[in-house]
């Protein structure tokens, strides 16, 4: 078990420019999240995967996210034609549905911090 | 969607003093979690509280669910340098994503 793994740790991009991200989760989890954080709040949910099915996307996330878990292993994030406003700290939590009731467990990734210039 | 307040937003203690966070909501939680966040990391899962008037204790940190179920406060004994950090609490949403607080961003000075 190496943990969730996200690539790139840093971004820095050009506004208007596309930029996409890796999520390795721990291998037996089928749930995988995307979250966004920026400083000074909590994480704000964004999406979030059972296997390969998109189950839920946040309403304040704009056309321009798309989250893909083609085999229900990784999954990637894309922004298209980056704003200024899109630079935040993008986090990828996985974990294990258990039996109801038995409280699951988001484990995250060290996340990837996006620079919109 | 459930909204989640802590207090205080910035707490800066002296080593070796004691400290409250608080995380309440005008919703009843079916379950909440506390993680910690250091700079540059992920959130780390410290517990998960289920049932009302719940008592969880992790070494130097006691977690308490409140009686309804609608705030949780995480107590700090004789507070280190390393306890430094954002703490956050979190409840699953009526679908089925985890929402966040906002945290309490954490100092202890040596």
């Known amino acids: 078990d190496t943990g969730v793994s996200q690539d790139p740790r840093h971004k820095i991009t050009k506004r208007g420019q596309n930029v996409t991200f890796r999520c390795d989760p721990i291998?037996?989890?089928?749930?995988l999240y995307w979250y966004r954080q920026t400083l000074g709040q909590g994480p704000e949910f964004l999406t979030y995967f059972q296997n390969e099915a998109q189950l839920e996307k946040s309403r304040l996330l704009s056309d321009r996210f798309s989250a893909e878990r083609p085999k229900g292993s990784f999954s990637t994030l894309e922004i298209q034609r980056t704003e200024q406003g899109d630079s935040a700290m993008y986090l990828c939590?996985?974990?294990?549905?258990?039996?109801?009731?038995?409280?699951?467990?988001?484990?995250f990734g060290s996340g990837t911090q996006l620079s919109v210039l | 969607t459930q909204l989640l307040e802590q207090s205080p937003q910035f707490l800066s203690i002296q080593e070796g003093e004691n400290l409250t966070v608080y995380c309440n909501s005008s919703?009843?939680?079916?379950?909440l979690q506390w993680y910690r966040q250091e700079p540059g990391e992920g959130p780390v899962l410290l517990v998960t509280v289920v049932t009302g008037g719940e008592v969880k204790k992790l070494k130097r940190l006691t977690f308490q669910f409140g009686d309804a179920r609608k705030d949780s406060s995480l107590h700090i004994t004789a507070a280190q340098p390393g306890d430094t950090g954002l703490y956050l609490c979190?409840?699953?949403?009526?679908?089925?994503?985890?929402?966040f607080g906002p945290g309490t961003r954490l100092s202890v000075l040596p």
């Open positions: 291998s037996e989890h089928n749930r």
């Open positions: 939590a996985s974990s294990l549905e258990g039996p109801r009731g038995a409280g699951e467990k988001l484990f």
């Open positions: 919703s009843v939680f079916s379950s």
């Open positions: 979190a409840s699953r949403n009526y679908g089925q994503n985890f929402v």
